[in-house]
Nanobody, 122 residues
């Protein structure tokens, strides 16, 4: 049974930083592309960033480029989302997800974590 568990969310002031973690079990982690998505109230779930299974390279949404970084450590089945220069509009529930392939489309991902809340507010 595949499980993805996120942690690290919380309340942070504008301009601050957070690191989200996601640990995976029940799958061959290195064979999966890992994506981070977020969903704000009243909005659709959107892609934030991810790391490809094929070569470990990363991709980002334009809204977070230069501020967020995704990294993975295959030896411990973990993927991270480093967030800096946070803005109030980054407030959302953040999810990690896994897909056997290369995709940044939420509908292609069969495995999802439960999500972790990130609130950016003064």
């Amino acid at each position: 049974q595949v499980q993805l568990v996120e942690s690290g969310g919380g309340l942070v002031q504008p301009g601050g930083s957070l690191r989200l973690s996601c640990v995976a079990s029940g799958l061959s982690f290195s064979r999966y592309t890992m994506g981070w998505f977020r969903q704000a109230p009243g909005k659709e779930r959107e892609f934030v960033g991810g790391t490809r299974r094929s070569d470990g390279s990363s991709a980002y949404a334009d809204s977070v480029k230069g501020r967020f970084t995704v990294s993975r450590v295959n030896a411990i089945n973990k993927v991270y989302l480093w967030m800096s220069s946070l803005k109030p509009e980054d407030t959302a529930v953040y999810y990690c997800a896994a897909v056997y392939g290369d995709s940044w489309v939420a509908g292609d991902y069969p495995y999802w974590g439960q999500g972790t809340q990130v609130t950016v507010s003064s």
